[in-house]
């Protein structure tokens, strides 16, 4: 729809005003349609990765709260693949991820350097898994 509203709808009408209307709605469903399509898969690689880092981190977090949930979450899964369970799985997981990093950024010693690198380079990962193909940045 997105690429028939630019090609065909767009020349056919005017004002200029209009075709920008109409640009950005087909903008709005490209976004939709990559976002539809990559939700689930998205959600669940992070969620995954999430779960990782807590089993590291409940090696290194001298915290025995927050340890005992890193552990109960680096062995729950996810099981229902609706994006609104799997978008409240990952608020849930990232909260937590939150609070590890801050913990960790407390801590002295090599094992704390090296998971607040890996907890970085997720947080980056993330950011790219988000990117928008039609995105200029």
Same mark, same amino acid.
């Given at each position: 729809?997105?690429?028939?509203?630019?090609?065909?709808? +767009?020349?056919?009408?005017?004002?200029?005003?209009?075709?920008?209307?109409?640009?950005?709605?087909?903008?709005?469903?490209?976004?939709?349609?990559?976002? =539809?399509?990559?939700?689930?898969?998205?959600?669940?690689?992070?969620?995954?990765?999430?779960?990782? +880092?807590?089993?590291?981190?409940?090696?290194?977090?001298?915290?025995?709260?927050?340890?005992?949930?890193?552990?109960?979450?680096?062995?729950?899964?996810?099981?229902?693949?609706?994006?609104?369970? #799997?978008?409240?799985?990952?608020?849930? #997981?990232?909260?937590?991820?939150?609070? #590890?990093?801050?913990?960790?950024?407390?801590?002295?010693?090599?094992?704390?350097?090296?998971?607040?690198? +890996?907890? =970085?380079?997720? #947080?980056?990962?993330?950011?790219?898994?988000?990117?928008?193909?039609?995105?200029?940045?």
């Amino acid at each position: 729809m997105a690429k028939d509203l630019v090609e065909r709808v +767009i020349p056919a009408i005017s004002p200029a005003y209009h075709q920008g209307t109409i640009g950005m709605i087909a903008n709005m469903l490209s976004i939709t349609g990559e976002e =539809w399509d990559r939700g689930a898969s998205r959600r669940i690689e992070e969620n995954g990765r999430l779960r990782e +880092i807590f089993r590291d981190g409940a090696k290194v977090s001298k915290n025995a709260a927050l340890n005992t949930r890193l552990i109960r979450l680096a062995e729950s899964t996810d099981s229902d693949f609706r994006i609104s369970a #799997l978008e409240s799985d990952n608020c849930t #997981l990232r909260a937590t991820l939150i609070e #590890l990093h801050a913990q960790i950024e407390k801590q002295s010693g090599p094992e704390a350097r090296r998971l607040e690198e +890996i907890i =970085w380079r997720e #947080l980056a990962r993330s950011t790219e898994r988000r990117r928008l193909s039609t995105a200029p940045f």
